[in-house]
T-cell receptor, first 113, second 115 residues
Framework: AQSVTQLDSHVSVSEGTPVLLRCNYS??????LFWYVQHPNKGLQLLLK??????LVKGINGFEAEFKKSETSFHLTKPSAHMSDAAEYFC???????????FGPGTRLSVLP | EAGVTQSPTHLIKTRGQQATLRCSPI?????VYWYQQALGLGLQFLLW???????NRGNFPPRFSGRQFPNYSSELNVNALELEDSALYLC??????????????FGPGTRLTVL
């Protein structure tokens, strides 16, 4: 079975410092990979997606992620955290078309002033 | 372009009643997904519809059911409501076809409270 591991359930950073949210997946194929953000009591918003065109993917709001096939990782980074980045972040894998999207358990990001 | 819409925004029911939640996908999207997000838990996959057919179902009892209409909108029905059904129910849509990279677009959710 496919799975997604988000190594940290909670990450706390100071405003202006870098953000690293980790994601590892298991997949027998070359999957599609996504990062979503969810602000409190809201739906999910797509931050970025991996489409095999490039291993370094740039998303909205200054976020980016790097696909590393050898490590089966797709970590999310941002050079400088902003207070508005405080939210829940989900790493999502779709192993192949016709298969379900598999969600990680989420990482809650807190940004301290 | 209008996003995914869900109705109602909030729904309050009592135990044993039935709830009906509705979702309208983005125009052109043929796939609709339903998820349950209970407090403090991640997203739990409920149902996936594409082109009017149920493609997959999560590990939920049969009292959770749904359907997709010819216009690709969808309905989620929860019968014999239990207290633990209280959650945010999220609907998402995506393009169908063979595009593995087609992302999901989420609606704002319906908050179901069972008293």
């Amino acid at each position: 079975a496919q799975s997604v591991t988000q190594l940290d359930s909670h990450v706390s950073v100071s405003e202006g410092t870098p953000v690293l949210l980790r994601c590892n997946y298991s997949s027998s194929y070359s999957p599609s990979l996504f990062w979503y953000v969810q602000h409190p009591n809201k739906g999910l918003q797509l931050l970025l997606k991996y489409t095999s065109a490039a291993t370094l993917v740039k998303g909205i709001n200054g976020f980016e992620a790097e696909f590393k096939k050898s490590e089966t990782s797709f970590h999310l980074t941002k050079p400088s955290a902003h207070m508005s980045d405080a939210a829940e972040y989900f790493c999502v894998v779709r192993p192949a078309y016709g298969q379900n999207f598999v969600f990680g358990p989420g990482t809650r990001l807190s940004v301290l002033p | 372009e209008a996003g995914v819409t869900q109705s109602p925004t909030h729904l309050i029911k009592t135990r044993g009643q039935q709830a009906t939640l509705r979702c309208s996908p983005i125009s052109g999207h043929t796939s609709v997904y339903w998820y349950q997000q209970a407090l403090g838990l991640g997203l739990q996959f409920l149902l996936w519809y594409d082109e009017g057919e149920e493609r997959n179902r999560g590990n939920f009892p049969p009292r959770f059911s749904g359907r997709q209409f010819p216009n690709y909108s969808s309905e989620l029905n929860v019968n014999a409501l239990e207290l633990e059904d209280s959650a945010l129910y999220l609907c998402a849509s995506s393009l169908g076809g063979t595009g593995i990279y087609n992302e999901q677009f989420f609606g704002p959710g319906t908050r179901l409270t069972v008293l």
